[in-house]
């Protein structure tokens, strides 16, 4: 019986801020940006938007395709909550007019919270006729002017998951990992993460050969049973480096760099463009995949690298379906990117620094350019969604 990921689509804001115009300003060489780390723009969300109208506005193309009265599970998979009791994907859940008979909640394992969300959710749907809706949304944010700074940005997933999957079944074996370690982490009083950069990048390369040891002894699988890798990205040369790190654990040192890299390419396109998204970054990789790959994937296996700092790990797999292709979003994720604004650096660092009121009172948020839902405003502690005019 296969379950897995029947849609797949993806949001990020309308706005960025191009990484030459941020080394600029830093006095930076760009290329350290572009070429170093890999990352060519950050997506900057404007004022009325948060992680729930990005994840609303993800999911919208999904819930236009199906029934909504099959969806009986929301799983919201975040890092930028915007409540510690009441779960965003209740927020979404009404946007998207979802029926009452359905159970909604939030899960938390920095980036890696959406990956326990989809094997959840296969497990619930196997063998049924049930569907539920993942939803992976947030916005990666650091102070201004420390070295993840060019690594912001933000994004949203929305999965369908079903136990007759149009896009990718998942395989029954995981790889997993957990090790408490103290590289990237956000207390409950800060706005930004605080991060020990180069150990968090040690540490996710040594999460990678945990959860490959667990799942290589399970499976038996090698490097070469794979048709391609999709990694968490944090920036996309983490991703290449993931990838040459893998093929030595599997002793295929004789690939050359740029085999390696082509490797895991289509998969970057969207991460390169928006930066991290923390939740939402793996499977942006995978609609990257499967939106660019010019070969037809069906019928082939993903390896799929899955990282939270703190850290929770897992590397598991999944077979492309025959026919996937006309099941995609491909159209409207590359219309979202090209008809993007461009923000300039003072603009970005003015809705840096906007902040949202904590003491109850009344705000009106102006309007920018969004998707279908907006933040309009705040009152007496509560969000006041709306559907974008
Ligand atoms: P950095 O200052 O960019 O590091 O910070 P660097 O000085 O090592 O430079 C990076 C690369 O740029 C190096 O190449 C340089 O040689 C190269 P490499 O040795 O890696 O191949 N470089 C240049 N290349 C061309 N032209 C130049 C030039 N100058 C230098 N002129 C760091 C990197 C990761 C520390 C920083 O970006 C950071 O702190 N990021 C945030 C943390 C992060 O993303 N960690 C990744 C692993 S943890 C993770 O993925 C979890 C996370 O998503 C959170 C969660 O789970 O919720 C973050």
Request: with cysteine.
């Amino acid at each position: 019986m296969s379950a897995g990921i029947d849609l797949l689509s993806f949001y990020t804001s309308h706005y960025y801020l191009d990484l030459a115009a941020l080394a600029a300003v830093r006095g930076i060489d760009p290329r350290k940006y572009t070429v170093g780390i890999g990352q060519a723009r950050m997506a900057v969300l404007p004022p009325d938007e948060d992680v729930v109208t990005m994840a609303a506005a993800a999911a919208l193309p999904i819930v236009r395709r199906v029934d909504p009265d099959d969806i009986e599970l929301v799983l919201f998979a975040t890092e930028s909550a915007i409540d510690q009791s009441k779960a965003a994907g209740i927020f979404a859940h009404r946007l998207l007019g979802l029926p009452s008979r359905c159970r909604s909640v939030e899960l938390k394992e920095a980036c890696y919270s959406a990956t326990a969300a989809l094997q959840l959710a296969v497990a619930m749907v196997r063998g049924t006729r049930r569907k539920a809706l993942i939803l992976a949304s947030d916005v990666a944010r650091y102070e201004l002017g420390i070295l993840g700074e060019p690594t912001q940005g933000c994004g949203a997933i929305a999965m369908l998951v079903s136990d007759a999957p149009r896009l990718l079944a998942i395989d029954p074996e995981s790889g997993l990992h957990t090790e408490d370690v103290m590289d990237f982490w956000r207390p409950n009083y800060r706005g930004e993460a605080v991060v020990d950069g180069k150990y968090s990048a040690r540490v996710y390369l040594n999460a990678l050969a945990r959860t490959w040891e667990h799942y290589h002894a399970q499976t038996g699988r090698g490097f070469d049973d794979f048709h391609r890798f999709c990694y968490h990205v944090p920036f996309t040369r983490m991703a290449e480096q993931a990838q040459a790190r893998l093929a030595k654990l599997c002793g295929r040192e004789d690939l050359a760099a740029d085999a390696l890299a082509a490797q895991v390419a289509d998969t970057l396109h969207y991460a390169r463009a928006t930066g991290n998204s923390y939740t939402a970054s793996l499977y942006v990789g995978l609609a990257s995949l499967l939106d660019h790959a010019p070969d037809d994937l069906a019928g082939r296996r993903i390896g799929l690298f899955s990282y939270g700092s703190g850290c929770s790990a897992e590397f598991f797999s999944a077979v492309v379906q025959p026919g996937y292709r006309a099941h995609l979003f491909t159209a409207q994720h590359r219309r979202m990117l090209a008809e993007r604004t461009p923000l300039t650096y003072q603009q970005y660092e003015d809705i840096f620094h906007l902040p949202l009121p904590t003491d109850g009172r009344s705000l009106q948020i102006a309007q920018y350019r969004t998707g279908p839902f907006r933040l309009a405003g705040m009152s007496e502690h509560k969000r006041l969604y709306e559907h974008a005019a």
